[in-house]
């Protein structure tokens, strides 16, 4: 009678650590389980970087209208940068970028 009542216990012990390392695979391997919500956890950081780029490239970028449209001296500055205009008196450098097709010596 012991022998069968070490048994009970030996089977049930068994079956406990079954359950417990299919559980615990489930938790893992599932895939709403660790290995996926790490992965996720991974996503949502990279996500908010680029949303704080992103917001910090729109702060910039209002920045610049809100200059273009009420400052009169920053809105010539840019057409004169950008057209490669110059004003009376100045002489206008532009530097070019070699061919490379031309022979060095």
Avoid: C
């Avoid at 209002?62 to 001296?73: K, T, W």
């Amino acid at each position: 009678m012991r022998q069968q009542g070490n048994g009970n216990r030996r089977l049930f012990y068994v079956i406990l650590v079954s359950v417990f390392v299919i559980v615990a695979a489930i938790l893992v391997f599932n895939r709403h389980g660790f290995i996926a919500l790490a992965g996720l956890k991974g996503d949502v950081d990279r996500i908010s970087l680029s949303i704080e780029s992103l917001n910090a490239e729109i702060d910039s970028l209002e920045l610049e209208i809100e200059l273009l449209q009420n400052d009169s001296i920053y809105l010539e500055r840019m057409v004169r940068e950008i057209l490669g205009w110059g004003r009376e008196g100045e002489h206008i450098v532009r530097f070019t970028q070699p061919d490379s097709t031309e022979a060095s010596f």
